[in-house]
């Protein structure tokens, strides 16, 4: 039941205490505060992370040719590693768990893309058609590369919303002529793509780019993504592309450097971790810097049960129950702590949705804590009010009334 009267008697020791109250309260009310701002930084830190992992698809394997290290058969090390065409067609047909695969063919030079007397500087991308799930691009006009232009070697080209706005401005590209290196090519479709160096590209058919920039049938890289998201089976199946490539490039499957795989499942995951380490030592520094906010309270609530020794024993003396002694100490301290720690949460709430408009960078986005901290925190200032108010409450239950009048 509601006690006015405790109510009354709590405002009243905490109104001609203020300034003790006010600078007690603040102990409390920074760390709750240091640990938003610590936990919306830590979330921006990962969503700008996680970001960058969309641009790509997490559960694919991306291989690279690289240069021997190693002498190998009688053959010096230094040698460079040329992926080509048949690797590409091996590994869609050997066997694993191969779902969307691409390779690429990166044009090198100038890379001059014109439209009427518009030009620009861009990445021009020889890919296959599974380049659209292997990048998570999502085309907004048009359509994506498809196998027919692979087959037949079309000059059509899928531009970025970036390449668009540069070349067309308002115009509509789709079905528009631009030309690659002085080479004409019909534009089928704009894309966006979550990434920003990704925007900064053009894909055209890889047979198309062999074929007419001097390719012939190599290939600078390839990926593909898998069904499985199990570490073990992927860590296989590198192993498995690295002896295979090993035999048919002829070189050493323990050379590092003659190739090189990069598994995004297995990095998201260790990422994610990571993460996970990082909110745990958040938490750990932001309960740190509470505890000595509770002490602080507790020393504070130790002086109110001394100062008010004499008032207690005459309560006792008139049939107050330890309890009620219990629960006017225990309340005056989970209000003074609650009411801290929410100025505290609100105030590190206010902070990151000022900033969080302008802390829009590629490693950093959308700092901000979600309803479960809240509640946590929550549940974290009760208990600490209750903890900080345990042992004074204690001391002031023991208190005997005729000890209490014999210390005036």
Do not use: C
């Amino acid at each position: 039941m509601f006690d006015l009267d405790k109510w009354q008697e709590i405002y009243e020791t905490i109104r001609k205490n203020k300034l003790r109250t006010i600078l007690t309260g603040f102990s409390v009310s920074w760390g709750i505060f240091m640990l938003i701002i610590l936990l919306g930084s830590g979330n921006g830190l990962q969503n700008g992370v996680v970001n960058q992992f969309k641009a790509d698809a997490e559960n694919s394997l991306w291989l690279y040719s690289g240069q021997t290290s190693m002498a190998f058969s009688g053959m010096q090390p230094g040698r460079r590693i040329q992926f080509t065409n048949e690797d590409y067609s091996r590994t869609k047909q050997s066997g694993l768990d191969v779902d969307k695969i691409s390779s690429r063919f990166t044009i090198r030079g100038n890379n001059l893309i014109t439209y009427k007397t518009e030009f620009v500087n861009y990445s021009i991308v020889a890919v296959h058609p599974d380049t659209e799930t292997l990048e998570n691009t999502t085309s907004l006009k048009g359509r994506f590369l498809n196998e027919i232009d692979v087959k037949q070697y079309r000059k059509v080209v899928a531009i970025s919303t970036v390449v668009e706005d540069a070349l067309f401005k308002k115009e509509e590209p789709v079905g528009k002529y631009i030309k690659i290196n002085n080479i004409p090519f019909q534009v089928i479709g704009t894309f966006t793509d979550h990434s920003e160096r990704d925007l900064q590209r053009v894909y055209i058919p890889i047979s198309t780019a062999q074929r007419v920039f001097d390719g012939s049938n190599r290939i600078s890289n390839m990926s593909f993504t898998t069904q499985t998201h199990d570490i073990e089976e992927l860590k296989q199946m590198e192993k498995y592309l690295i002896n295979t490539f090993a035999a048919r490039h002829k070189f050493d499957p323990k050379d590092k450097r003659a190739m090189f795989i990069n598994n995004n499942m297995e990095n998201y995951q260790r990422t994610m971790a990571l993460f996970a380490g990082i909110r745990l030592f958040v938490w750990i520094i932001g309960i740190g810097t509470i505890i000595a906010g509770i002490v602080g309270v507790s020393n504070i609530m130790i002086i109110v049960v001394r100062e008010r020794t004499r008032e207690i024993g005459i309560r006792k003396a008139l049939g107050a129950t330890p309890l009620s002694i219990i629960s006017l100490v225990l309340t005056e301290s989970i209000l003074i702590t609650s009411v801290a720690g929410y100025v505290g949460l609100a105030m590190g709430v206010i902070l990151l949705e000022v900033l969080a408009p302008h802390t829009q960078i590629e490693f950093f986005m959308n700092p901000s804590v979600d309803l479960r901290v809240a509640i946590s925190a929550t549940i974290l200032l009760v208990v600490s009010g209750a903890i900080a108010g345990f042992f004074p409450a204690r001391k002031a239950a023991s208190i005997l009334p005729i000890e209490a009048l014999a210390d005036e």
